[in-house]
């Protein structure tokens, strides 16, 4: 398996407040991905990053930030959390050339009450 | 914009069964195409990865073919077993040279002892 751990894996919170959730890459691999995973819409990627500093959005990106400040570490922040955040959030990564397998993490359980 | 189905979306069938698991999808400008397989509370599983140039790919009892004129990619499982039992997903790119994949909601698959 690749190594990418995300934490927190679980997380309760309430609407208005931030949370940040954090993916972890020990393979040095160059681009990463946040995804959310809901009933009737499957994965839908939220934002990637090809590099240190350097992000980009995907379909569903309103609601959400990103930050990497450094190669094995990709954050995903929302800022003022509402009910429909509620979701599961996965992370990705994938090798230094485009449109290499990509591979995922475990997975982070959030509920926004 | 790449839009993608995966039919049939739950299949059962009993044990040692060959099958068939179809994907389609509207934007043929792409490079390759992905397959994964998600257990239940978990994380995806890379499957496999096609090229465009390739038309098929092989990994021990499951082949995967792409044939972008039609738009159409199949997953094809020989002698079925129950730890085959998951939901499979496809995920093409969103077009042209991207790492954004867009992803079906998948097949669910039940193989019965």
């Known amino acids: 398996d690749a190594g990418i751990t995300q934490s927190p894996r679980h997380k309760v919170t309430e609407t208005g407040t931030p949370v940040t959730l954090r993916c972890h890459q020990t393979?040095?691999?160059?681009?990463m991905y946040w995804y959310r995973q809901d009933p009737g819409h499957g994965l839908r990627l939220i934002h990637y990053?090809?590099?240190?500093?350097?992000?980009d959005k995907g379909e569903v990106s309103d609601g959400y930030s990103v930050s990497r400040s450094k190669t094995e570490d990709f954050l995903l922040t929302l800022e003022s959390a509402t009910s429909s955040q509620t979701s599961v959030y996965f992370c990705a990564i994938s090798g230094t050339q485009q449109q290499e397998t990509q591979y995922f993490g475990p997975g982070t359980r959030l509920l926004v009450l | 914009k790449q839009e993608v189905t995966q039919i049939p979306a739950a299949l059962s069938v009993p044990e040692g069964e060959n099958l068939v698991l179809n994907c389609s999808f509207t934007d043929s400008a792409i490079y390759n195409l992905q397959w994964f397989r998600q257990d239940p509370g978990k994380g995806l599983t890379s499957l496999l990865l096609i090229q465009s140039s390739q038309r098929e790919q092989t990994s021990g009892r499951l082949n995967a073919s792409l044939d972008k004129s039609s738009g159409r990619s199949t997953l094809y499982i020989a002698a079925s077993q129950p730890g085959d039992s998951a939901t499979y997903l496809c995920?093409?790119?969103?077009?042209?040279?991207?790492?954004?994949?867009?992803f079906g909601t998948g097949t669910l698959l039940a193989v019965q002892p």
């Open positions: 995920a093409p790119p969103k077009g042209g040279a991207t790492n954004k994949l867009i």
């Open positions: 393979e040095n691999h160059r681009y």
């Open positions: 990053s090809y590099g240190v500093k350097d992000t």
